[in-house]
T-cell receptor, first 113, second 108 residues
Framework: ETGVTQTPRHLVMGMTNKKSLKCEQH?????MYWYKQSAKKPLELMFV???????ENNSVPSRFSPECPNSSHLFLHLHTLQPEDSALYLC????????????FGEGSRLTVL | GIQVEQSPPDLILQEGANSTLRCNFS?????LQWFHQNPWGQLINLFY???GTKQNGRLSATTVATERYSLLYISSSQTTDSGVYFC??????????FGTGTSLTVIP
């Protein structure tokens, strides 16, 4: 059982749909991250939240909108995506703020038609 | 940012064989982690090892921070070891950088 849970595990959506990815961590961590993993590419950092405050937005298009209501929950709201946004989206958390040991969830595999 | 290079990119082993995976990085780092990505996509923590040597069962890791590399040793490999192994480093500004991984296939 993982301390970081992501839902849904798989998502297929059209370019005009609006959907959300959810991440919940049960580790008492204070920093949460969204990463994108595309085939044959290194993990790309998208967003970082530290104690619920966004500290990093790595030039991510506005069709991706993060939300962090508290230190345990992180959402990624998706709207008007493109087929090239199809990827594995990974959530991670770390203790005591940004940095330190990262713990990942199982990922949400997104397909945009 | 820090460049992280992993080698080899792909590796095929017979079950029971040993292997060494390497991670080179281009600048000083605060921390280094090794992960195993399973077939379902989850990144499993293997080692959090900014320096020195650690062992966990059949796996061990050594980081030589002054020479900017880390090694992951897998002994007596099993089919369940298959997957992609990632190295990630954290720089002095708490930024993480990942390598492109080593894809390991262990055949019975």
């Amino acid at each position: 059982e993982t301390g970081v849970t992501q839902t849904p595990r798989h998502l297929v959506m059209g370019m005009t749909n609006k959907k959300s990815l959810k991440c919940e961590q049960h580790l008492g961590h204070n920093a949460m991250y969204w990463y994108k993993q595309s085939a044959k590419k290194p993990l790309e950092l998208m967003f970082v939240y530290n104690f619920k405050e966004q500290t990093e937005n790595n030039s991510v298009p506005s069709r991706f909108s993060p939300e962090c209501p508290n230190s345990s929950h992180l959402f990624l709201h998706l709207h008007t995506l493109q087929p090239e946004d199809s990827a594995l989206y990974l959530c991670a958390s770390s203790y005591g703020g940004v940095g330190g040991e990262l713990f990942f969830g199982e990922g949400s595999r997104l397909t945009v038609l | 940012g820090i460049q992280v290079e992993q080698s080899p990119p792909d590796l095929i082993l017979q079950e029971g064989a040993n292997s060494t995976l390497r991670c080179n990085f281009s600048d000083s780092v605060n921390n280094l982690q090794w992960f195993h990505q399973n077939p379902w996509g989850q990144l499993i923590n293997l080692f959090y090892i900014p320096s020195g040597t650690k062992q966990n069962g059949r796996l061990s890791a050594t980081t030589v921070a002054t020479e900017r590399y880390s090694l992951l040793y897998i002994s007596s490999s099993q089919t369940t070891d298959s997957g992609v192994y990632f190295c990630a480093v954290e720089d002095t500004g708490n930024q993480f950088y990942f390598g492109t991984g080593t894809s390991l296939t262990v055949i019975p």
